[in-house]
Nanobody, 116 residues
Framework: QVQLVESGGGLVQAGGSLRLSCAAS????????MAWYRQAPGKQRELVAA???????NYAESVKGRFTISRDNAMNTVSLQMNNLNPEDTAIYYC??????????WGQGTQVTVSS
């Protein structure tokens, strides 16, 4: 079965931290680009962070220095460590896997709410 299962979302105060995790199954995980996207109310879905199979990463400018994406190919998981959160980080966060053919699989989304 092809699926991405996310965990770790929730409510946190400004300045706090959360760690999101995504477990993948039914894909050749090591060759997929894994990424986290988010969509805030009234805004377009945006790329937050991505990591290639060999560990290369890229981040949205708004999260550089605060968020870290990592993957464990042996465990078929990708994580997003989010530090120094602010209310502007409030959004639904989605896990995404893109294979060598450019086809994507999406997780169900998990809500992250940051209060002031």
């Amino acid at each position: 079965q092809v699926q991405l299962v996310e965990s770790g979302g929730g409510l946190v105060q400004a300045g706090g931290s959360l760690r999101l995790s995504c477990a993948a199954s039914g894909i050749i995980f090591s060759t997929n680009i894994m990424a986290w996207y988010r969509q805030a109310p009234g805004k377009q879905r945006e790329l937050v962070a991505a990591v290639s199979g060999d560990g290369n990463t890229n981040y949205a400018e708004s999260v550089k220095g605060r968020f870290t994406i990592s993957r464990d190919n042996a465990m078929n998981t990708v994580s997003l460590q989010m530090n120094n959160l602010n209310p502007e980080d409030t959004a639904i966060y989605y896990c995404n896997a893109k294979n060598l053919f450019g086809r994507s699989v999406w997780g169900q989304g998990t809500q992250v709410t940051v209060s002031s």
